[in-house]
Nanobody, 120 residues
Framework: QVQLVESGGGLVQAGDSLSLSCAASGRTFSRYAMGWLRQAPGKEREFVAAISASYSTYYADSVKGRFTVSRDNAKNTVYLQMNSLKPEDTAVYYC??????????????WGQGTQVTVSS
C-alpha cells in the first residue's frame, strides 16, 4: 500500500515563500510520476504541478514561474517550492501519486493534505 505524507504547510504573508514535502512509502518511488494538487474552500480540487519519473515537470498557468516541483528519489520525497505567494494560493495542498512513470494527471494515491494560508 502506498502511503504519502505531506508536511511544510503553514501561515505566511503575501510575497513569502514556503516549501512543501511529501514522503512516500510502499513501493519503488523512483518509477512513478508524482503530483501536487490543491483545494480552496468552496472550490474544486485543481492541478498545481507534476513531475515524471524522468524529471519532466508540468505546472498550472497560475503558478508557473513561482512554484517549482522536484523529487529526491534517494529520500522517496517530492517537493513543492512556492515563492511569491499570493492570497489566492490559500488552499489545502495534496500530494498524489500516479501508477506509471509519465504524467497523466490521473492519481491513484493521495496524501492527507497540508494547509497553506497566505495573508494579504
Amino acid at each position: 500500500q502506498v502511503q504519502l505524507v505531506e508536511s511544510g504547510g503553514g501561515l505566511v504573508q503575501a510575497g513569502d515563500s514556503l516549501s512543501l514535502s511529501c514522503a512516500a512509502s510502499g513501493r519503488t518511488f523512483s518509477r512513478y510520476a508524482m503530483g501536487w494538487l490543491r483545494q480552496a474552500p468552496g472550490k474544486e480540487r485543481e492541478f498545481v504541478a507534476a513531475i515524471s519519473a524522468s524529471y519532466s515537470t508540468y505546472y498550472a498557468d497560475s503558478v508557473k514561474g513561482r512554484f517549482t516541483v522536484s523529487r529526491d528519489n534517494a529520500k522517496n520525497t517530492v517537493y513543492l517550492q512556492m515563492n511569491s505567494l499570493k492570497p489566492e494560493d490559500t488552499a489545502v495542498y495534496y500530494c498524489a501519486a500516479e501508477n506509471q512513470a509519465w504524467v497523466t494527471r490521473k492519481y491513484h494515491y493521495w496524501g492527507q493534505g497540508t494547509q497553506v494560508t497566505v495573508s494579504s
